[in-house]
């Protein structure tokens, strides 16, 4: 199986995305953030084993625990570099444009595979001006919740915003935990 690999060492790799994608930000802001996560899509697509058999599981969430820099991502794949560009610039977009963070999350939940909704999840997060509205609709989505790869990011999103939801979507979550159907697989 072909991997993708780096045309260039990784530090120039990482210094062409750092140094040059804000500039494309600054001029064609939506396109730049879809070419990313075209990028990402395709190396995703092309380190699967299998293709796309497992879509939208990438199993990213194994190299890269967190969407946010962290000290247990270990950080040596193609995605990686890509990962923190997608994140970079989905939050440069929103601080610019808080009314296009709709926009942002459409763009982002049209790439079907995990690690999009894994940073969508962050992004709510770290994002002030979230609206509460997408933030309860991921939220509520039991998939989220149910789902280990998305634990983290969606762990992070609950605890600073489950005080923001409505009564109805606080209830629906602390149904989910209370039924407890996760925790019995583990018991099992």
Do not use: M
Request: hydrophobic share 35%; charged share 30%; proline share 5%.
């Amino acid at each position: 199986i072909l991997k993708p690999q780096f045309r260039c060492d990784r530090y120039k790799y990482e210094k062409i995305l750092k140094d040059n994608i804000p500039a494309f930000v600054e001029r064609v802001p939506l396109e730049t953030l879809s070419l990313l996560c075209e990028l990402l899509e395709k190396a995703i697509l092309y380190s699967q084993r299998e293709g796309d058999k497992y879509k939208p599981r990438d199993f990213t969430h194994i190299v890269r625990s967190a969407i946010e820099d962290h000290e247990q991502n270990r950080g040596f794949r193609l995605e990686d570099p890509l990962i923190t560009a997608v994140r970079d610039t989905a939050i440069k977009l929103c601080g610019q444009n808080p009314e296009d963070i709709s926009k942002i999350t459409i763009i982002l939940e049209s790439y079907k595979w995990n690690i999009f909704r894994r940073i969508i999840l962050h992004v709510l997060r770290v994002s002030a001006s979230s609206p509460k509205e997408i933030t309860e609709q991921y939220l509520t989505d039991y998939t989220l919740f149910d789902e280990p790869g998305f634990r983290h990011e969606y762990y992070h999103l609950l605890k600073e915003r489950f005080g923001t939801l409505p009564e109805k979507a606080q209830n629906i979550i602390l149904g989910w935990i209370e039924k407890g159907d996760s925790i019995l697989e583990y018991i099992n």
